[in-house]
C-alpha cells in the first residue's frame, strides 16, 4: 500500500509540472529530439551524365531536416564514392550545412565508362543510421586520342583474293575507353579496301576487308583518323601465289654438243600462277625423248622463284634432241638440242657474236601499279638468228610513253642468252612501249601494250 502511494504521488509531480509549463506557454516547447536530422533528400546533381575523367555540371546538393520538417543547420555530411574509380574524385569529402539545411559538392567522375555512384551521408554524434542517398551519374567516353591495331594483321593469302580476316582498328580516350563515331579511312598500294571509309562503332571498332594485290610478298594498308595517336596504323600481310597455272621455258633450248656429251648450260623451266608469279616447292619431271641420253636429277623442285632445272647429256648418235619438262596438271614444256660431230656448246650459235637483241616475250596489257605478266623477256641473237649462250649481256629497258614511269628491276642480265623481267609495273594509266638496249648493239623496240587505270 505504502509503495503504490509513492507511485501515485510522482506520477501527480510530473503532471504538475506539465501543468506548469502549459500555463507559462507550453504549447511552444520543442524537445531536443525533434530538432535533431531526421531526414535527407537529393536537391539538384543527380542522374547527370559526364565524360570520364571530368567534372559533372551541376553540384551534389542535399537537405538536412528534423522531424518537423525544419532545416538542420551546422550538420555534417560525407560525400564519398561508392565504388573507388581511377580519377574519381568528390570534393569537399564533408561538408556543413547552411541555414536551410542544405549541403553540397563538386562530382569529378572517374575514367571507367558506365554508370558511377557517390553516397551522401548525415555523420555526427547521435545522427540515427541509414540517414542517407544516393546519386547517379552515367559516365561517357572522352574525346578521342588513339587508334591502334586491333585484328587482321599478319595474315597469309593467295595474290589477288581476299584475307580470310577483316582489318579492325580500335579507337580510344585517354584512359582506353571505346570512342564511337570516329572515322577512319583506309588506304592500300596493293590490291584493293572495301569500303574505304567507315566509322567506329559502339566498341569503340571499325573495319574493312583487304584483297591483295597480284604481287607475291610482303603487301601493306593503312588506317588513318586525324590528329589520333597511332595514326596511321600499319597492316602487313604476305601474298603467295595462286594456283600453278603455266609452265614457261627460260633457258637452256636449242644447245648443241658432241653425241653422248653434256649440254654446257642448264635446262631452266618456271612455274607460275596466273599473274606470272613463281609457284615455289612443284615437282617438274624431266623426260627424254628422241635421241636418247638422260638428265640428271629426272625430277627437280622448283625454288622460292619458281623455277627448276636439269643437266642434259645427249644421245650417242648425231641428229636431233629433244626433252619435255613435265608438271603434273599444268603443262608441258619442250626443249631441243642438237648431237653434232662439229661440236659447239651455245644455243644454236652459242659461240658467235651478239648481233641483234629480240624481245622474246612481249610486254602484255596490265593494271596501273600491278605486276606485267607474264615477265617480260628479251634475247640475244647472233647474225644467224641464233641465240648467244657463251656469255652474260646485262640488258636495260627504258619505257616509252608519257606520263608513266617503268617500276621494278629494269637491268637484268642474260642466262642462256636471255634476261627475264619478273617483277615490272607502270605507275600510271597509258599507252606504251619498251625499249631494250646492251653496249655494242642496236636497241629494239617492243610491241605497244596498254597500262589500265584504276577505278
Known sequence: MHRLLRRLSS???????FAVLAHCGGSDL??????????????????????????????????????????????????????????????????????????LARWVVGATIGSQRVIARVVGDGVPSGLEVTFEAAVASSSAARIGAAGGDAQTAAVGTALPDPLTVLVSDQFGNPVAGVPVEWNTPNGSVDPASSTTGPDGRAQTSWILGLSTGPQTATASSEGLEGSPVTFTSTAVP??????????????????????????????????????PDRAVSWVVGAGGGSVAPTTSTTDGNGEAQTRWTLGPSVGTNTLNAVVSGVGVVGFTAMATNAGGGGGGGGGSNPSRLQFLVQPSDADQGEKISPPVAVEVLDQNGNRVTDRELEIKL???????????????????????????????????????????????????FEIHGKD
Open 242 to 279: 595462286g594456283t600453278a597455272d603455266q609452265l614457261v621455258r627460260v633457258s637452256g633450248d636449242n644447245q648443241s654438243a658432241r653425241p653422248g656429251q653434256e649440254l654446257s648450260d642448264p635446262l631452266v623451266v618456271r612455274l607460275v600462277d596466273q599473274n606470272g608469279n613463281g609457284i
Open 398 to 448: 627504258e619505257l616509252i610513253g608519257d606520263p608513266g614511269h617503268l617500276k621494278g628491276h629494269d637491268k637484268e642480265r642474260t642466262r642462256s642468252g636471255v634476261a627475264v623481267f619478273d617483277d615490272l609495273s607502270v605507275d600510271k594509266a597509258g599507252n606504251y612501249r619498251l625499249r631494250a638496249s646492251t653496249g655494242g648493239l642496236p636497241s629494239v623496240e617492243s610491241n605497244g
Open 11 to 17: 506520477y501527480g509531480a510530473t503532471l504538475g509540472t
Open 30 to 103: 520543442t524537445l531536443p529530439s525533434e530538432t535533431g536530422p531526421a531526414d535527407i533528400s537529393k536537391i539538384t546533381g543527380d542522374n547527370q551524365t559526364g565524360p570520364a575523367g571530368t567534372e559533372l555540371p551541376d553540384p551534389l546538393v542535399v537537405k538536412v531536416v528534423d522531424r518537423r520538417g525544419e532545416p538542420v543547420p551546422n550538420q555534417p555530411v560525407a560525400f564519398t564514392l561508392e565504388t573507388e574509380v581511377p580519377g574519381a574524385a568528390v570534393t569537399p569529402g564533408e561538408a556543413s550545412t547552411d541555414s536551410l539545411g542544405m549541403a
